[in-house]
């Protein structure tokens, strides 16, 4: 039974950082897990993946944002620093049990989603 749970957002300053985490259960550590967000009124769009060792990331976030994986802790992390106000969005943690390389930014290739939760970036 895969379970996600994210934690962690909130109402932060242009400029502040964030840390967001994910409890998951029941994966593989040959999964794909990574981090997903939706902006008010866009889709879903990728923001970084784990797998295998290996990590992602989009090009908007790439030197501002982390992702960490911790199989023994069953825990996947996302610290965010230098936030913009277009970083505003809903996350998802996401799980993907069939992913390959060219598709690992693509949410269709995730099958396993956290409830979200909210971050704003405002002054």
């Known amino acids: 039974q895969v379970q996600l749970v994210e934690s962690g957002g909130g109402l932060v300053q242009p400029g502040g950082s964030l840390r967001l985490s994910c409890a998951f259960s029941?994966?593989?550590?040959?999964?794909?897990m990574g981090w997903f967000r939706q902006p008010p009124g866009k889709e879903r769009e990728f923001v970084a993946t784990?797998?295998?060792?290996?990590?992602y990331y989009a090009d908007s976030v790439k030197g501002r944002f982390t992702i960490s994986r911790d199989n023994a802790k069953n825990m996947l992390s996302l610290q965010m620093e230098s936030l913009e106000p277009e970083d505003t969005a809903v996350y998802y943690c996401?799980?993907?049990?069939?992913?390959?390389?060219?598709?690992?930014?693509?949410?269709?290739?995730?099958?396993?989603w956290g409830q979200g939760t909210q971050v704003t970036v405002s002054s």
């Open positions: 029941g994966t593989r550590v040959t999964d794909a």
């Open positions: 784990s797998r295998m060792g290996r990590t």
């Open positions: 996401a799980l993907g049990q069939r992913t390959i390389t060219s598709t690992l930014r693509l949410p269709t290739a995730y099958n396993y």
